[in-house]
């Protein structure tokens, strides 16, 4: 490190300097890590877009944990689980039972927005916000593993032996949206995520100025190549950094309805048309218009749009072409063929498309894009599994998971996607939300099945699940019940729904002053003051010493309280 810092004597030596590092980079790039992982740019272009001074993240030490752990359950058909953490008690209290955390946005959105102004999942609070939630959390995460080491290192052996290890220090994965605007937006929003510590961060493809909530309707896509561009930037900006952070690509084109543009002839198959000469002469945009003009607002002016798009027979034109096809005066047998082989080559552009229709004999097909498009400009997109496959296939060789967006859990919908995902890219891995905006009781499942859902889909590859909003929902209800029962049964009803439990399940929170870190300070003051320390916060008369080994008190369980005061971090 001190030669980098250094200045060079010469501009030989200069060059010399950035060769080595250029090397160090491409031999870093040939590592198993990053075997599947395709680059556009050059080892050159990340070292000519580094400083001099090289610097080391503490977020790249748990990618490395976080890649292990993804790789070895995906090998082994199993699945890591979690969800989104709101607090540092709950990170605290993930790390015993979970081996990733999750930070959802849309839990920021509602409750952490840096601009302190609640509100829904639409991608509009300060781009800041995700990443200071991260930041948070890891804070809390590197205390308590050294709040634990101080405890254990005050322990005898035998002690030490009784008390279980935590590994406080568990990847964070972190919702970085759209990536908040542009690509440079987009390589910043990942360097606030690097240096504050998350091991993983996840983009999806929705367009920026209109994004949604993964369970909302009007979600609007950007392009294929736009969002390969994104992830394209993210990995950039962990290369500069020289960080192995995982990189999630989130597709949410099962149930999207519109796309930004047609400028990708990867999506052309998609975007629907109208199919109705009849509408030919006169757009929805200028339908639209004309009622506006006329006066039409709200609902009237939505029923001129229904009317419009249920004139116009929307469809995309691999199925237009299908349908003539189908309605060719030609025997049977001929017209099987003709379909088979319209199937086989009507994946791409819209130009090659109207090429082979004509080949196979299907004539000038009326289709239109242009005419259903929104007031808004945006095509209409015809969401499907087929089409989360399509884009996951391309923005697998940019990214380390695949993530689809779902609107419901679905067995056949996890098959559908991880088989064809598996014929294009064998070794992908793949993520699952278990989301709580499903109504699982409503699934159709039984709790059986609900019991082995996440070990079903693991088998298929979905390597990391989790569950969004669950530390947002048993927050709300442990609040909203705890509250309703104190105010009708007042100190009995916490002693019975908070402290006892606290005590049965061995909840370190039951002595909180010792959780809060009271007594590693206590050791920093002795450290300080030559081992002893007259202002001890955990001197004689805390009162947490009621908690201490029979002291549970009538109608109570003194039983563990002893083993919390002792042993819990």
């Avoid at 610097?55 to 969800?83: E, I, P």
Wanted: charged residues 25%.
């Amino acid at each position: 490190m001190a030669s980098y810092l250094a200045v060079p004597s010469t501009i030989m030596e200069e060059e010399g300097r950035f060769a080595a590092e250029v090397a160090e980079v491409e031999a870093w790039w040939r590592t198993e890590r990053f075997r599947l992982t395709r680059r556009p740019y050059a080892a050159a272009d990340v070292v000519a877009l580094r400083g001099t001074l090289r610097q080391a993240y503490a977020s790249d030490q748990l990618a490395k944990k976080l890649w292990k752990t993804l790789k070895s359950h995906h090998a082994a058909g199993t699945a890591a689980r979690t969800f989104g953490a709101l607090d540092p008690v709950q990170v605290t209290m993930m790390a015993k039972h979970l081996d990733t955390v999750y930070v959802s946005g849309w839990q920021c959105s509602s409750t952490h927005s840096t601009s302190n102004e609640p509100g829904p999942d639409l991608a509009d609070y300060p781009y800041d916000t995700v990443p200071n939630k991260v930041e948070q959390l890891f804070f809390a995460q590197q205390f308590h593993d050294r709040k634990q080491r101080e405890a254990r290192m005050a322990m005898t052996r035998e002690e030490r032996a009784r008390v279980p290890f935590v590994d406080y220090l568990k990847p964070i994965i972190a919702d970085g949206d759209t990536g908040f605007g542009g690509a440079t937006a987009t390589v910043k929003l990942c360097k606030l995520f690097v240096e504050r510590g998350a091991a993983g961060v996840h983009l999806e493809d929705q367009s920026s100025s209109t994004k949604k909530c993964g369970h909302m309707a009007g979600k609007v896509l950007v392009s294929v190549g736009e969002h390969v561009n994104r992830l394209v930037a993210a990995r950039l900006q962990f290369d500069i950094m020289g960080v192995e952070t995982v990189l999630v690509a989130r597709t949410d084109a099962v149930a999207a309805t519109l796309i930004q543009t047609n400028v990708d002839a990867r999506d052309h198959r998609f975007i629907l048309g109208a199919t109705n000469r009849a509408a030919a002469g006169r757009s929805l945009a200028v339908a639209l218009a004309e009622a506006a003009a006329a006066g039409k607002a709200g609902a009237e002016l939505q029923a001129v749009e229904d009317r419009w798009l249920a004139g116009a027979r929307l469809r995309t034109f691999p199925d237009s072409v299908s349908d003539a096809l189908r309605n060719l005066n030609v025997d049977e047998e001929e017209r099987r063929r003709r379909v088979a082989e319209w199937e086989r080559v009507s994946g791409g552009s819209h130009e090659e498309a109207r090429a082979a229709a004509r080949r196979l004999g299907a004539g000038e097909v009326f289709w239109d894009w242009d005419l259903p498009r929104t007031r808004e400009g945006f095509y209409r997109f015809q969401g499907s599994v087929e089409a989360a496959i399509a884009r996951g296939v391309a923005f697998f060789p940019h990214a380390d998971l695949i993530w689809m967006e779902t609107s419901r859990p679905d067995m056949a919908e996890c098959r559908s996607f991880a088989e064809g995902m598996r014929r294009e890219h064998p070794e992908a891995m793949l993520a699952y939300n278990l989301s709580p905006s499903f109504n699982w009781d409503a699934s159709g499942m039984t709790d059986q099945q609900m019991r082995e859902f996440i070990p079903a889909i693991a088998k298929l590859g979905f390597c990391w699940q989790f569950i969004t909003l669950a530390g947002f929902h048993a927050d709300a209800l442990v609040a909203e019940t705890f509250a309703g029962d104190f105010a009708r049964r007042g100190m009995l009803a916490y002693v019975e729904r908070i402290q006892r439990e606290e005590r049965r399940h061995g909840v370190e929170t039951l002595a909180h002053q010792k959780w809060s870190g009271a007594n590693y300070y206590d050791r920093v003051l002795k450290t300080v003051q030559g081992g002893i320390s007259s202002t001890a916060a955990m001197g004689k008369g805390v009162t947490e010493e009621q908690f201490e080994e029979g002291s549970g008190g009538p109608g109570g369980d003194a039983g563990g309280a002893a083993d919390i005061a002792k042993s819990k971090m």
